[in-house]
T-cell receptor, first 117, second 113 residues
Framework: GEEVAQTPKHLVRGEGQKAKLYCAPI?????VFWYQQVLKNEFKFLIS????????ETGMPKERFSAKCLPNSPCSLEIQATKLEDSAVYFC???????????????FGEGSRLTVL | AQSVTQPDIHITVSEGASLELRCNYS??????LFWYVQSPGQGLQLLLK??????LVQGIKGFEAEFKRSQSSFNLRKPSVHWSDAAEYFC???????????FGQGTTLQVKP
């Protein structure tokens, strides 16, 4: 597709439940990024993929968070046993190449808002 | 440490007035610099970017930004603000090694009629 598609737009979970978010990158884009935005503040980088391989996971909480990008499937971000502080908007972005600015623009989806009660 | 600082959390300007949003960065390698705008409930839209060449870059919607290496700054400007410019503005820095962007805290722009 011509846009980064994120589903669901809104997700409500009770504390301790699992949450799973999906992202379909733009066709032909090799890199996928996940960012977390809490309370309209700064975007925190979580993880990036080069095709189906993890490229950079330095921002990923080691516990409870996992992500995948499998061939012919949307990418996913899963949070096991959600906590109140996981409430945020999760943005997915994709780009053609690795280098910011010169390998194509980074396109963002509209985000998935996760509310943990 | 790599970081981006946007000193102004909230700015209010009158419609038609000029605008400058400040951005300072700390980055160990050659920085690639970006300004994004986020309207309520929306994702991020790229306004402009700098990665080499002319230090004054032009973007969409009449925005421009100037890269000043000596000051580690990349301030965003617009000569005449329109009411539709009210939004959140984020400055970001990236490099060639990882591709990820580091974002500032954002500046909320309010436009008075």
């Amino acid at each position: 597709g011509e846009e980064v598609a994120q589903t669901p737009k809104h997700l409500v979970r009770g504390e301790g439940q699992k949450a799973k978010l999906y992202c379909a990158p733009i066709k032909g884009h090799s890199y996928v990024f996940w960012y977390q935005q809490v309370l309209k503040n700064e975007f925190k980088f979580l993880i990036s993929f080069q095709n189906e391989n993890v490229f950079d996971e330095t921002g990923m909480p080691k516990e409870r968070f996992s992500a995948k990008c499998l061939p012919n499937s949307p990418c996913s971000l899963e949070i096991q046993a959600t906590k109140l502080e996981d409430s945020a908007v999760y943005f997915c972005a994709s780009k053609r190449g690795k280098i910011p600015g010169s390998d194509g623009e980074l396109f963002f989806g509209e985000g998935s808002r996760l509310t943990v009660l | 440490a790599q970081s981006v600082t946007q000193p102004d959390i909230h700015i209010t300007v009158s419609e038609g007035a000029s605008l400058e949003l400040r951005c300072n960065y700390s980055y160990g390698a050659t920085p690639y610099l970006f300004w994004y705008v986020q309207s309520p409930g929306q994702g991020l839209q790229l306004l402009l970017k700098y990665f080499s060449g002319d230090t004054l870059v032009q973007g969409i919607k009449g925005f421009e930004a100037e890269f000043k290496r000596s000051q580690s700054s990349f301030n965003l400007r617009k000569p005449s603000v329109h009411w539709s410019d009210a939004a959140e503005y984020f400055c970001a820095v990236g490099g060639s090694n990882t591709g990820k962007l580091i974002f500032g805290q954002g500046t909320t722009l309010q436009v008075k009629p």
